[in-house]
């Protein structure tokens, strides 16, 4: 089996990057019935021209045509043909999953080659599929963002698992009504705003308040759209946005930081970042920029006549060399509200955004009930609080593990971004009819409309230690406090 699963793998990867050019793909917007099962239909275009709430063809044909017959299973991605940048394959007697192509990262961690991770999935793949180069590298989704839990070191990846809810209006698909959320936490190091900051503070040392801290958030997330291969079942689609690249997240403000009439939401916003264990680990996958900036669409509250920023307590950090403000446009008239924040092609953006809310508040639409699968591979949060909790019993150990998070976070930083308040007016963004197909705005059509396109990712400095790895790389030898828990930390034990 092992032999199977290298061979496997050494032919997709030659498959995968032996023929450089570019395939002739149909233009499904001019056709609709070379729309395959999973081609991406947005559902309109975000600020930044990424698909929006795009869903999936078999969805699409379901609701506007009435076909395929259900009991077909399309949505079913194992049961049809997934093709990549690659000449077809002239045998293939099944449907194809995509008329364009799909952008593959496999493992390449040792641990795969030997079939220990990355190796149960009912597609046979190590790893991801995603729906990339020809839908701009990224992709929109509007729902409610939930902590999910951490992965942890090696095995796992360091990475935030959060989870989107979406509702049937957003959703990819019939019952597809939820997305995984992933970020490398070593990437975001260099965050400086009070909520990110805190955030990791309680990833690493205070674990049974990650989820409050994030709450039933709101959310605009922007991320590379793939299937995780490894975590799928039939089931469980194995939706994700991985990388994220860009959040905005309205946040628990609860009083007396927070009137009734206030808001708190955090953004954070990225060119590029790795897709975990399952893939090629050090390849960064980037996300456009246009006009050296990404902005948000922020919701507005509903029954509120208008809004301002509270600049007071307003604070964005930026640990790139783009310079320009932070603007916050509000069109009060339209009901609309823009952010939209400078990022280079080297840096990272991240802020606290208040809001202060005029008129009479009313009632807010509720996220949808979401039964979901939880992932059994994150680490257990309360078996890793009882492991900080033993170390910080020493008192000497505690104060060690407190001034590593302290220099971590004066070495981090802000690079404080000024804040401007912004009122004008905001054309709204195209909207479909109800069955409209609209093409994915990809790199041919971006260059059209004079979008700029970067093709490679940015050389960027290597990824920081989190505290807990860069306390024991300290402290191991010193105590045997320090040592049985670095020891259990690094799965010694």
Known sequence: MTTLRIALVASLSVACASHPTTP??????????????????????????????????????????????PSLRPQDPSECSWHFWTPQREDEKRLACNT???????????????????????????????????HGGAVTYEGWVEWEGFSGRWPGDYDLNFVLTLNGRRSPGEGWNWIAVEMDSRELQPVGSDWWRSLLRKVEQHKLEVHDHVGVARAQVTGLLGIDAEHMSLRDPGLELHPAYAMALLVPCPQPECSQLQERWALLARSSGNEGLCSHWDRKHVMSVLHGGHTFRLTWAP?????????????????????????????????????????????????????????????????????????????????????????????????????????????AGCNQLVVVDQPTEIDPLPVPKDCELMAPMNEERRQLVGLPIRAAAPQQPAEQKNVIDAYCEKRAGKSEAAAKFCAEHEGKH
């Open 303 to 411: 029954g509120r006549t208008g809004v301002r920023v509270d600049l007071k307590r307003s604070r964005f950090c930026g640990n790139g060399s783009a310079k320009q403000p932070v603007i916050v446009a509000h069109d009060d008239r339209r009901k609309s509200l823009r952010v939209t924040v400078p990022l280079s092609e080297d840096g990272m953006v991240d802020g606290d955004l208040y809001l202060e809310w005029i008129g009479t508040p009313a009632e807010q639409e509720a996220p949808p009930a979401a039964p979901r699968i939880m992932r059994r591979d994150l680490e257990d949060p309360a078996a890793a609080q009882r492991q900080i909790d033993a170390v910080k019993a020493d008192p000497d150990e505690k104060a060690a593990l407190e001034a590593t998070a302290e220099e971590r976070d004066q070495q």
């Open 24 to 69: 002739t793909v149909p233009k499904i917007e001019d056709n609709p019935a070379r729309l395959s099962r999973f081609d991406l239909v947005p559902r309109g275009y975000d600020a930044n021209g990424f698909a929006l709430n795009p869903q999936f063809g078999w969805n699409y044909n379901r609701i506007c045509h009435k076909y395929p017959d």
């Open 100 to 134: 364009y192509p799909m952008d593959p990262d496999f493992s390449t961690d040792l641990s795969s080659t030997v079939a220990l991770t990355c190796s149960d999935s009912p597609l046979s793949y190590m790893g991801h599929l995603n729906w990339g180069r020809f």
